[in-house]
Nanobody, 125 residues
Framework: QVQLVESGGGLVQAGDSLTLSCAASGLTFSTYAMGWFRQAPGKEREFVATIDWSGGSTYYADFVKGRFTISRYNAKNTVYLQMNSLKVEDTAVYYC??????????????????WGQGTQVTVSA
């Protein structure tokens, strides 16, 4: 069965960097778009970034543009989220998700079929 396992979360200070990883199994990873979403306490889950199946196209939420970078290493069935210049408001549980096959990513969570368990990112002032 499909499994997505996130790692790399933690407690950092504002301005620090952190890289999240999401390891996928049970599928032909290189054929699927992937996405990162996040959910802060008391808030709705929101789109962060997506990458298409080939890795050639990416898209970001406005609030992370220029700070976060999504990438993938298909040989390791892994998608990454490099987060720089972290802000207190980036504090949330971050989830990776499996998107459409042989297609670009999506900003809508309804387009993602499988989700990881999430990894907590806490940014202190």
């Amino acid at each position: 069965q499909v499994q997505l396992v996130e790692s790399g979360g933690g407690l950092v200070q504002a301005g620090d960097s952190l890289t999240l990883s999401c390891a996928a199994s049970g599928l032909t990873f290189s054929t699927y778009a992937m996405g990162w979403f996040r959910q802060a306490p008391g808030k709705e889950r929101e789109f962060v970034a997506t990458i298409d199946w080939s890795g050639g196209s990416t898209y970001y939420a406005d609030f992370v543009k220029g700070r976060f970078t999504i990438s993938r290493y298909n040989a390791k069935n892994t998608v990454y989220l490099q987060m720089n210049s972290l802000k207190v408001e980036d504090t949330a549980v971050y989830y990776c998700a499996l998107g459409p096959q042989y297609y670009r990513g999506s900003i809508y969570d309804r387009d993602y079929d499988y989700w990881g368990q999430g990894t907590q990112v806490t940014v202190s002032a």
